[in-house]
């Protein structure tokens, strides 16, 4: 660090982490107990609430140590790195110590248990210590030095090659596009899918047999993030959707359907809308309405989808629309009457479209205005006896009323892609931040020097890089188990709050430039505002997924 501080012990940051882990472990014992294992979990909505985000910050502390420890074993840690874990550890402490006091009751955890624990001298003595101000300041103060850009060590090689030439690319051929995209609500620039096809971005994990790289989901993750940091809707979405498309192939495709789709998805010669949220459902994705009835065209089987689709995100320029249907009319079937078929479509440019079957089907699509997370343009879809053939079901014969878990599945990969892509986001606030405290001088000096933008700045490289760690730790645990469902939707809601928190964060210290849009913190600032919101909105993403599985006994 630029400052002389003494450094907190590591073996007191872990004695730390220890006392958080266990009053988060009682704390969810009593929850099973009170919920019958989640079942319930509607009657303790607000305790789940926090119980969730308490554990999904508790594993966000353990990433980060673990990957303070990692680094150290090989020589690449150092004294920033471990104040960052330090003070992030603490602040942890400090918020559940002080919910568990103010909510004696739902907790279930007396006092003596919370001073023996997080209350007890020793675990005070850390979390003082690691959130001393002067701590805090230097680390701020080394980040303004090498202006907030994030040269962290990767203990993969492939994936420390993959970011610096994500990174390069994005800088070269992403960033100078960006801001227009935003200013304009322009579409993504077919020149820009091009090159990203041709550097094999749409496939990085599909296998290898497919077409695709099969580098795993850190790699894409650190390609999504880096493009992210690039453009969020100019770029770093762009390989959300055929992830999710690819997922649920993977898992419930036909052999013929991955021959037929998963080298056209990794050549980027398929761009991948999906459909799932309608107008009036969206988190209760099993009440889905719109209906895909069996019927025969010109002596082929298919199915005539009709109904409205909702916040269907690149809906016009996609080739193929991954659509959640009900191919089941029985209501009582629930998620067991859905299905998900891949629906053919032309590409269209603009805000507007009309697609015309010979048959007289018809599927037309209305962009809907939004105030960030432009470049790809998010529809409203409404289908009228739209044929799609029946070798489209994802499985087929065999997939018929397996779409909300085929979905289900997919949804995890594209909330892992938006960890990505929220670390992504936050990392850019954080970098244009730390040059803007560089660079702009007032009362005589660069307002880098001052206390208060130094102690922001450490606090926000702080948060992004453990919702970096908690992404990658998701990534790694999902290329060793596809089906987790936990982590990525953990990942998914950490840094979407450090994206919001971060670029607004950084927008104040921008003052009153901070809302001009020639300066781009005043973008990301509103795409953020879209993170915590798709892929799972946070109060549900909270209670119906990772709090109930928590409460289920996963983890």
Same mark, same amino acid.
């Given at each position: 660090?630029?400052?002389?501080?003494?450094?907190?012990?590591?073996?007191?940051?872990?004695?730390?982490?220890?006392?958080?882990?266990?009053?988060?472990?009682?704390?969810?014992?009593?929850?099973?107990?009170?919920?019958?294992?989640?079942?319930?979990?509607?009657?303790?909505?607000?305790?789940?609430?926090?119980?969730?985000?308490?554990?999904?910050?508790?594993?966000?502390?353990?990433?980060?140590?673990?990957?303070?420890?990692?680094?150290?074993?090989?020589?690449?840690?150092?004294?920033?790195?471990?104040?960052?874990?330090?003070?992030?550890?603490?602040?942890?402490?400090?918020?559940?110590?002080?919910?568990?006091?103010?909510? @004696?009751?739902?907790?279930?955890?007396?006092?003596?248990?919370?001073?023996?624990?997080?209350?007890?001298?020793?675990?005070?003595?850390?979390?003082?210590?690691?959130?001393?101000?002067?701590?805090?300041?230097?680390?701020?103060?080394?980040?303004?030095?090498?202006?907030?850009?994030?040269?962290?060590?990767?203990?993969?090689?492939?994936?420390?090659?993959?970011?610096?030439?994500?990174?390069?690319?994005?800088?070269?051929?992403?960033?100078?596009?960006?801001?227009?995209? %935003?200013? %304009?609500?322009?579409?993504?620039?077919?020149?820009?899918?091009?090159?990203?096809?041709?550097?094999?971005?749409?496939?990085?994990?599909?296998?290898?047999?497919?077409?695709? @790289?099969?580098?795993?989901?850190?790699?894409?993750?650190?390609?999504?993030?880096?493009?992210?940091?690039?453009?969020?809707?100019?770029?770093?979405?762009?390989?959300?959707?055929?992830?999710?498309?690819?997922? @649920?192939?993977?898992?419930?495709?036909?052999?013929?359907?991955?021959?037929?789709?998963?080298?056209?998805?990794?050549?980027?010669?398929?761009?991948?809308?999906?459909?799932?949220?309608?107008?009036?459902?969206?988190?209760?994705?099993?009440?889905?309405?719109?209906?895909?009835?069996?019927?025969?065209? #010109?002596?082929?089987?298919?199915?005539?989808?009709?109904?409205?689709?909702?916040?269907?995100?690149?809906?016009?320029?996609?080739?193929?629309?991954?659509?959640?249907?009900?191919?089941?009319?029985?209501?009582?079937?629930?998620?067991?009457?859905?299905?998900?078929?891949?629906?053919?479509?032309?590409?269209?440019?603009? %805000?507007?479209?009309?697609?015309?079957?010979?048959?007289?089907?018809?599927?037309?699509?209305?962009?809907?205005?939004?105030?960030?997370?432009?470049?790809?343009?998010?529809?409203?879809?409404? !289908?009228?006896?739209?044929?799609?053939?029946?070798?489209?079901?994802?499985?087929?014969?065999?997939?018929? #009323?397996?779409? !909300?878990?085929?979905?289900?599945?997919? !949804?995890?990969?594209?909330?892992?892609?938006?960890?990505?892509?929220?670390?992504?986001?936050?990392?850019?606030?954080?970098?244009?931040?730390?040059?803007?405290?560089?660079?702009?001088?007032?009362?005589?000096?660069?307002?880098?020097? !001052?206390?208060?933008?130094?102690?922001?700045?450490?606090?926000?490289?702080?948060?992004?890089?453990?919702?970096?760690?908690?992404?990658?730790?998701?990534?790694?645990?999902?290329?060793?188990?596809?089906?987790?469902?936990?982590?990525?939707?953990?990942?998914?809601?950490?840094?979407?709050?450090?994206?919001?928190?971060?670029?607004?964060?950084?927008?104040?210290?921008?003052?009153?430039?901070?809302?001009?849009?020639?300066?781009?913190?005043?973008?990301?600032?509103?795409?953020?505002?879209?993170?915590?919101?798709?892929?799972?909105?946070?109060?549900?993403?909270?209670?119906?997924?990772?709090?109930?599985?928590?409460?289920?006994?996963?983890?």
């Amino acid at each position: 660090m630029a400052d002389t501080v003494k450094p907190v012990e590591r073996a007191a940051v872990q004695h730390l982490v220890a006392a958080i882990d266990a009053l988060v472990s009682e704390a969810l014992d009593v929850a099973r107990g009170k919920t019958d294992a989640g079942k319930g979990i509607d009657s303790a909505q607000v305790q789940c609430e926090r119980l969730a985000y308490a554990a999904t910050e508790l594993e966000a502390a353990k990433t980060l140590l673990a990957f303070a420890e990692t680094a150290s074993e090989h020589g690449q840690g150092g004294a920033v790195l471990d104040a960052m874990t330090a003070l992030f550890a603490a602040e942890v402490a400090h918020r559940l110590g002080s919910q568990i006091d103010a909510h @004696a009751e739902e907790f279930a955890l007396s006092d003596d248990r919370l001073n023996a624990t997080l209350g007890s001298a020793s675990c005070k003595a850390v979390v003082r210590s690691a959130l001393s101000e002067a701590r805090v300041r230097a680390i701020g103060r080394h980040v303004i030095q090498h202006r907030g850009v994030n040269h962290s060590w990767l203990p993969e090689e492939m994936a420390m090659m993959s970011r610096d030439s994500v990174r390069q690319f994005a800088e070269t051929e992403v960033v100078p596009l960006a801001e227009r995209l %935003h200013r %304009h609500d322009e579409l993504i620039p077919e020149d820009l899918i091009r090159k990203m096809a041709e550097l094999g971005y749409f496939g990085m994990s599909i296998p290898e047999e497919f077409g695709g @790289a099969g580098m795993g989901n850190l790699v894409m993750i650190i390609t999504t993030e880096e493009l992210s940091r690039g453009s969020l809707a100019g770029a770093g979405s762009l390989i959300t959707r055929p992830e999710i498309l690819t997922k @649920a192939l993977l898992k419930g495709g036909t052999q013929a359907q991955k021959e037929l789709w998963l080298p056209r998805i990794a050549r980027g010669d398929v761009m991948v809308g999906i459909s799932v949220t309608e107008p009036d459902v969206g988190s209760d994705v099993a009440s889905v309405k719109c209906r895909a009835d069996a019927t025969e065209l #010109g002596g082929r089987k298919g199915f005539a989808i009709n109904g409205a689709k909702a916040w269907c995100t690149f809906a016009g320029r996609a080739d193929v629309l991954a659509l959640l249907a009900r191919t089941d009319p029985d209501p009582k079937k629930g998620p067991r009457g859905l299905s998900l078929l891949i629906v053919e479509k032309d590409s269209f440019p603009g %805000h507007t479209f009309e697609m015309r079957q010979a048959s007289g089907g018809v599927l037309v699509g209305r962009a809907d205005a939004t105030p960030g997370y432009r470049g790809m343009h998010s529809y409203t879809l409404s !289908f009228d006896n739209y044929f799609v053939p029946a070798e489209n079901l994802v499985g087929e014969r065999g997939g018929a #009323g397996k779409g !909300f878990y085929l979905q289900m599945g997919g !949804f995890a990969a594209g909330r892992l892609q938006t960890g990505g892509r929220a670390t992504g986001l936050a990392q850019a606030a954080l970098e244009r931040t730390a040059e803007y405290a560089n660079d702009r001088r007032q009362f005589g000096e660069p307002i880098g020097n !001052f206390q208060l933008t130094q102690h922001k700045l450490g606090r926000m490289a702080t948060h992004v890089m453990a919702a970096r760690q908690l992404t990658y730790a998701a990534a790694r645990a999902m290329d060793a188990n596809e089906s987790i469902a936990l982590e990525p939707a953990m990942a998914k809601l950490f840094a979407s709050d450090v994206a919001v928190w971060v670029t607004q964060e950084g927008q104040l210290l921008h003052g009153g430039w901070g809302y001009a849009e020639e300066f781009a913190i005043s973008r990301y600032v509103v795409d953020a505002l879209v993170l915590p919101i798709f892929e799972g909105v946070k109060p549900i993403l909270e209670l119906k997924v990772i709090a109930r599985n928590l409460l289920a006994g996963e983890r």
